[in-house]
């Protein structure tokens, strides 16, 4: 009887499991972590509550919305729940669930289809700016916000408790991150789950909560700006530090040790700069002065000899820059230039030239291969640009092809075209318009 009873025991104990098994792999980590934060009681408790309720709209949304609308609103539950997998979500509550909020807002309750890439906006009540990212909606954008707190801090007569009320709404949105302060973002990006941290973003930050402590003298301010820093002491994947053969380097992007963009950089030094004078913050200081000496060594790299580069990585050169962060780079080593003269004013001055500059074409040739009944032609351009190839015969237009492209070599083919006299003409539009052209006379 008692070896029946403890067969039985075992019997139930492992059909038990299989069901157990299944009730975990059902449980929702965004509903356990908000269960976890109503059993602290008192104000959090509420909190959780609302936002409880807040998620399961948002599940609801994402259920019968179609289109584009339901695959950013599924791409912001997958953020939370993200977060929530990794035990991030507790501490990151707030700005989560206000990143959902907005998003329940927009595509649900007011039925509004999704934005352009990279738009911007706020919402009623608030004056926190979020940028719409295809498959998440829209995002807190910390770097948007703190440049435009900077912009409205040079107003000589800003509406009276404006900046403090702009600061203060961000400063909810700021969260503890390994002992430090930190404004995240709350996406996928550049192969980094949601949560990671921006150097730029940081340091434009801390550039404006320190000129805010400083013109009003609420130490709430400088506080947060000193508690910033902790991104630019520490290494990835908590903060942006690294070191390259040439020195101190500040990412962009604290999940990407490999993508060293340039002119985010430069602005990491420039903001840490202001807050160093503004706070007299000597580990500041010395961090600007670690970044400035190997700026010298490193920011040269970013010069093609007719443009500028967006990024390297530890292996070489990347992308180009497009128009408008060859500017933005270009500007930032202007402000260079003031602070600390060569080699920043002379890669200033080159990247002004290279605006005036059209784009070099070299190197253009043309080769007929009747074995494979191919025309190939190979050419070479000094910066990215528009490129039109047209073959032409007695004024004829044989073959016609634009596409844009990045510097450097390039080869197309063609099917070859009958016996006669060709012309070939190359032609290149730069990014601000400026045009270039060459001609190749052929005989097939």
């Known amino acids: 009887m008692r070896r029946l009873g403890i067969i039985c025991f075992l019997l139930l104990v492992f059909a038990a499991t299989p069901a157990e098994a299944a009730k975990k792999k059902r449980t929702d980590p965004v509903l356990s972590t908000l269960s976890a934060l109503q059993a602290r009681g008192g104000q959090t408790a509420t909190d959780a509550t609302n936002w409880r309720r807040l998620y399961n709209r ?112 961000l400063l909810r949105t700021a969260v503890t991150r390994h ?9 996928p990006w550049s192969g980094g789950a949601p949560g990671w941290v921006s150097g730029m973003a940081t340091a434009t930050g801390m550039q404006a909560f320190s000129t805010l402590a400083k013109r009003d003298g609420q130490t709430k301010y400088a506080d947060a700006a000193h508690s910033m820093l902790g991104v630019f002491r520490h290494r990835p994947p908590w ?47 010395s961090l600007v002065s670690q970044g400035v000496d190997a700026a010298k060594k490193i920011l040269p790299l970013y010069d093609t000899g007719a443009w500028s580069l967006y ?32 080699p920043f004013c002379g890669e200033a001055a080159n990247f002004a030239r290279y605006e005036e500059e059209p ?55 063609w099917p070859l075209p009958r016996k006669g006299k060709y012309e070939i003409t190359l032609s290149a539009k730069s990014l601000n318009g400026l045009t270039s052209d060459r001609t190749l006379d052929l005989s097939i």
């Open 359 to 413: 784009v070099k074409l070299s190197s253009l040739r043309a080769r007929v291969d009747r074995k494979r009944k191919q025309l190939r032609v190979g050419f070479t351009i000094s910066k990215r640009s528009g490129i039109t190839m047209a073959i032409t015969r007695g004024g004829k237009t044989v073959y016609r092809w634009l596409s844009p492209l990045e510097r450097g070599p390039h080869k197309i083919s």
């Open 179 to 187: 002992g430090f302060m930190a404004f995240e973002y709350y996406f």
């Open 58 to 169: 948002g599940k609801i949304a994402a259920r019968h919305l179609r289109g584009a609308p339901r695959d950013n609103m599924k791409g912001v539950l997958a953020n939370l729940t993200s977060l929530a997998r990794r035990h991030w979500l507790g501490g990151r509550a707030y700005p989560a669930f206000l990143v959902l909020q907005r998003n329940v807002d927009w595509f649900w309750t007011r039925k509004k289809g999704p934005a352009a890439y990279g738009a911007r906006t706020t919402f009623p009540g608030s004056e926190i700016i979020y940028e719409f990212y295809p498959g998440s909606g829209w995002q807190l954008q910390p770097l948007a916000n703190f440049g435009h707190l900077n912009g409205l801090l040079k107003l000589k007569r800003p509406k009276a408790g404006l900046l403090e009320s702009y600061a203060d709404e």
């Open 239 to 285: 903060g942006i530090r690294i070191k390259r053969p040439q020195g101190t380097f500040f990412l962009q992007y604290s999940q990407d040790r490999s993508l060293l963009v340039g002119n985010a950089y430069a602005q990491s030094i420039l903001g840490l700069d202001v807050y160093a004078k503004n706070s007299g913050d000597t580990t500041a200081a």
């Open 311 to 342: 990024y390297r990585t530890p292996r070489g050169p990347g992308r180009e820059s497009d128009l408008s962060y060859h500017q933005l780079f270009e500007s930032f080593l202007d402000e260079m230039c003031d602070r600390w003269q060569e």
